[in-house]
């Protein structure tokens, strides 16, 4: 057929990969999907807007400039006013106090570090943030070092796992929060029972997940270093270890990021504190562009530690992924 | 098809002769006495081997074919070590074995390098394991990687070689702990056929130059033949020992040789032997096309 001879793949070919250029498209697109729908929302006053933002009072007493009020309520005013022949009050349509618009976020990321805390015992929002890192890294850091090691035991040897497994698969069904109480009594009221809580919704999983990982490993590679003469702890320290590290690394990714969701139970636990108790104050003090700055700041601190674990696995497990052959 | 007026495989030219007295007047180092394998399986118990018994003598190059499920694998990893046998013994230089040990070299199907280490580290893992400092390991693994010819690759990751090198790394890892014997389990099974052919050539240069007693497994008719001095033919279900072949083809090999007679006797000796009846299904066949386009 002399049909064009151009090349153009489909875009939906299954388990096909996409090109560069497509790729990253698509990826600046997740982004900004959500960001055109959330503008316009914000900035479109014929979608949505159920409220009405008050820009003259008129003869109305009780309302003020800034005030917001149902979008009913304001055309009864309006009526009312002009039944008895007072000056009207005027608005414009405007979305609830808990949608602030996107710019007000925006300029929410700089102010909100600059905004001073109302009370002495509060913290400054960096503050607030560095106190929730520090709560993570410690939940998540205690449980890997014993779990990795416990879990590579139960993947590696029948003794560990009949021992170990079978409790853990258990406990892990009982959520981490309805520990608190429990880790309040025992630990305190300041971070210990948080970290406490980390660890307990981390740990479970994590021996679990490393099990896993640890049984999936080629039998045929430890086959191969028994028949070239190794043995019981070479077997675990030369074969087992080497061989699971880049799986055991993606899945310390995924289980960093559990912890992160551990994280807001664990800091309403005791004395409320960090990046929780901040988002919880600006919620009470209706600074929405406040909390919505907060929960996009701890986006962006799991996504970039995400990808930078991601850059270090694949420059340390160079040997796994790459597809290049010299001959 | 035109039938060939074959001699018999069993006939066997006074120079051929002359190497199997001299083969079978060396010491035994392999003996394998009635080893059996049950497996249980859902269905019940299931023989996989069932008394098999040979001896490999020193430096001989044994082939084992049989067809597919026929329990070779089962064989050669008993005899590695991998698998306990049910019941009888196999004995290295006269010593009953139990269990894996660097006096058997085992060469797998599948690719079993270790792909965290380079191809030096891969022919190290061995020699560091039987306690050598890692300067004499390294300088001895070079040596190794040396004759199978990737002294270039040495550096390189198992993900960056081809599958012909990385059998040849395998066999390399495996001959550094210089084993008694090596057993390899259709080491070239994955490799497309040129590759294939130049392993064969390869494999026998190696094992004319060192030391070693190879026992290699294949279903391969051509392979089997090329290679080994003696061939076991099993059956399947159980897996017992057909009939031992003695290779009329004189040595040394070289690929020519597969169209000479006792070439091609021996391999339609082993066509007769390897056939299964009962996989001879016929085809349930109807003509779907049209007249005007028959291929006859
Ligand atoms: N671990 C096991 N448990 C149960 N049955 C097994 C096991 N290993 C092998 N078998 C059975 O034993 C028989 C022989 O298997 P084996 O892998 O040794 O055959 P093979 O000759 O190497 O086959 P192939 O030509 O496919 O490599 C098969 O029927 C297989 O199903
Ligand atoms: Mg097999």
Excluded at chain 2, 16 to 24: T, Y
Excluded at chain 2, 72 to 82: E, F, Q, V, Y
Aim: glycine share 6%; net charge neutral.
């Amino acid at each position: 057929m002399p049909s064009s001879q151009k090349n153009v793949k489909p875009w939906f070919a299954v388990r096909e990969p996409l090109s560069q250029k497509r790729a990253t498209c698509l990826t600046f697109l997740s982004f900004l999907m959500p960001i055109l729908i959330w503008s316009a929302f914000s900035y479109l006053p014929f979608l949505w807007h159920p409220k009405v933002e008050i820009t003259q009072p008129g003869s109305v007493t009780w309302l003020q400039p800034g005030t917001l009020i149902d979008k009913a309520i304001f055309k009864e005013q309006q009526i009312l006013a002009e039944k008895n022949n007072t000056a009207l009050p005027e608005g414009k349509p405007a979305n609830p106090v808990y949608l602030p618009a996107p710019h007000e976020v925006v300029v929410a990321f700089y102010t909100a570090f600059t905004t001073e805390p109302k009370r002495r015992s509060e913290q400054w929002l960096h503050e607030s943030l560095w106190h929730s890192v520090t709560i993570v890294f410690w939940g998540f850091f205690i449980s890997t070092l014993i779990g990795v090691p416990l879990g590579i035991l139960c993947g590696t040897y029948s003794v560990f796992n009949k021992l170990f497994e079978p409790f853990i698969e258990f406990f892990r069904y009982l959520p981490a929060p309805a520990f608190g109480a429990l880790a309040v009594a025992i630990l305190g009221i300041y971070d210990g029972p948080k970290i406490a809580i980390i660890f307990i919704g981390t740990f479970f999983q994590q021996v679990l997940v490393v099990a896993n990982t640890t049984r999936k490993l080629d039998i045929a590679l430890l086959e191969a270093a028994l028949t070239l003469g190794a043995k019981n702890i070479n077997l675990l320290f030369r074969v087992v270890i080497p061989g699971i590290l880049p799986n055991l690394f993606k899945d310390l990714r995924i289980l960093l990021g559990w912890a992160w969701t551990y994280l807001i139970v664990a800091e309403l636990i005791g004395t409320s504190s960090g990046i929780t108790w901040f988002i919880t104050q600006q919620a009470r003090y209706k600074n929405f562009e406040n909390v919505f700055a907060a929960i996009i700041m701890i986006g962006i601190i799991g996504l970039l530690s995400d990808l930078i674990l991601a850059t270090m696995g694949k420059r340390l497990f160079a040997w796994e992924n790459s597809r290049g052959k010299i001959a | 098809m035109t039938t060939l007026n074959l001699p018999s495989y069993l006939d066997q030219t006074d120079q051929v002769k002359k190497r199997f007295d001299a083969l079978k007047k060396r010491d035994v180092i392999l003996d394998v006495k009635k080893i059996s394998k049950k497996f249980d399986s859902p269905q019940g118990e299931v023989e996989a081997i069932k008394e098999i018994s040979f001896q490999t003598h020193k430096r001989e190059f044994v082939c084992v074919i049989g067809p597919s499920g026929c329990g070779k694998s089962t064989l050669i990893r008993m005899l590695a070590g991998l698998e306990t046998p049910s019941g009888g013994e196999v004995l290295l230089d006269g010593k009953p074995v139990s269990g894996p040990g660097p006096d058997r070299g085992m060469v797998f199907q599948g690719y079993t390098l270790f792909p965290w280490l380079t191809v030096k580290r891969n022919v190290m893992f061995g020699l560091e394991m039987s306690g050598r400092s890692k300067k004499n390991a390294e300088s001895e693994a070079r040596d190794w990687i040396d004759l199978v010819g990737l002294s270039k690759f040495e550096n390189a990751y198992p993900h960056q070689l081809s599958g012909g090198m990385k059998q040849r790394v395998a066999i390399a890892r495996a001959l550094a702990n210089r084993p008694r014997i090596l057993l390899m389990d259709e080491p070239f099974g994955a490799l497309d056929a040129q590759t294939r052919t130049k392993m064969q050539s390869n494999l026998l240069d190696i094992w004319k130059n060192i030391d070693i007693t190879i026992l290699f497994i294949t279903h391969d008719l051509d392979e089997a033949i090329f290679l080994a001095d003696r061939i076991l033919v099993l059956k399947a279900h159980p897996g017992e020992v057909n009939e031992v072949i003695e290779v009329p083809v004189p040595h040394p090999r070289s690929p020519e040789q597969m169209i000479t007679p006792e070439f091609l006797a021996t391999k339609k000796r082993l066509e007769e032997l390897i056939h299964e009846p009962e996989e001879d299904v016929p085809m349930n066949l109807t003509l779907m096309t049209d007249k005007s386009d028959s291929v006859d």
